[in-house]
């Protein structure tokens, strides 16, 4: 165990992580919103002189797991890091529900942590990279109203430069056709404000995660535990910070350059795993689009045919056209 790095936090312990010998997680831990919870950094040990890396950043009901992907970013010269977030994946605690949010504003501490850490390791430079929900998180991180200058005066530590972000199928929209989202937007979040405390469960597999896991024929092995094939209970409070997070979002401005990679079609509601693997089987790429052009203004796209939520976990063919964009752009990132 080491001392503490920062006003708030401890590293309480660092070790093979279970992916094998060539990844490493440090976990952390500090004072939640009720209790104590925990933050895991997992790193590559790879490239262990670049002062450039790559930081991942997992969605909702997700944690890291994707070691080709953390391979093809050391192939390309960068370091790469990856956050379990509070309450996901590795930094899952009996004393906290699984993936339970009081703020979307919580995890800038996770941010920090794995920002510290990352300087202390020798990195200069990142871009950071974000799924989903964690396309929220990064964006309402880099959006405060206070700059990263002063995050780290506050914690006295120096911070890596964040000198790009891709966003891969970010959360910045509820799941609805951009039409129809301006109308039902409100009643929404009056229903989720009315009843904070409601939990929604799935009674069946989501058709989503039939696309993924080997046990369903998907390609992906992953933890079920971490990751349920059902999902973990939909917190009507968690809707609500989201709600209020995307529309705070929607009047901020961030210049930091930025790839915005989403699949072509949206596939919400197909009946079958064939159909929903033709897209976006989560979220409404239109809807998401238009949030993306509100808030980033050094924005640039990438649309991959047959890409599923999670591009990475698409097929093939798909995954490498997701790939393909990301070396593109950061080759041409200055």
Request: include cysteine; charged fraction near 20%; proline fraction near 6%.
């Amino acid at each position: 165990m080491s001392e503490p790095i920062g006003q708030h936090w401890k590293q309480v312990n660092e070790r093979e992580d279970l992916l094998g010998a060539d990844f490493v997680a440090r976990t952390f831990s500090f004072p939640g919103p009720k209790t104590q919870v925990h933050t895991t950094l997992i790193n590559h040990v790879g490239r262990p002189r670049t002062t450039k890396a790559i930081l991942y950043v997992h969605g909702y009901t997700d944690y890291f797991f994707q070691t080709g992907l953390a391979e093809h970013f050391i192939k390309l010269g960068y370091r790469f890091y990856a956050v379990d977030l509070q309450g996901y994946g590795r930094s899952i605690r009996p004393s906290t529900p699984p993936n339970w949010c009081d703020s979307i504003d919580q995890y800038g501490q996770d941010l920090d942590i794995a920002l510290a850490t990352m300087r202390q390791d020798g990195v200069k430079k990142i871009v950071m990279l974000a799924h989903s929900t964690g396309g929220l998180v990064i964006s309402n991180y880099l959006a405060q109203p206070y700059a990263l200058s002063e995050r780290e005066s506050h914690y006295n530590k120096a911070f890596p430069e964040v000198v790009g972000v891709m966003l891969n199928s970010p959360f910045l929209a509820l799941p609805f056709p951009p039409a129809l989202l301006n109308r039902i937007h409100w009643p929404i979040r009056a229903i989720v404000s009315i009843f904070p405390f409601m939990v929604l469960r799935a009674r069946k597999i989501i058709i989503y995660a039939k696309t993924l896991h080997t046990v369903f024929g998907g390609e992906w092995d992953y933890r079920l535990d971490w990751k349920p094939a059902k999902g973990f209970g939909l917190s009507f409070h968690w809707l609500r910070e989201i709600i209020l997070a995307q529309r705070t979002l929607a009047n901020q401005k961030i210049d930091i350059p930025t790839l915005l990679c989403r699949s072509e079609i949206s596939t919400i509601g197909k009946k079958t795993v064939e159909e929903t693997q033709k897209g976006d089987g989560v979220l409404n790429v239109d809807s998401m689009d238009a949030a993306a052009e509100k808030t980033f203004t050094n924005l640039e796209k990438a649309i991959i045919p047959e890409g599923f939520h999670d591009l990475y976990l698409s097929k093939q063919p798909a995954r490498e056209l997701y790939l393909s964009a990301m070396t593109n752009w950061l080759k041409a990132l200055k």
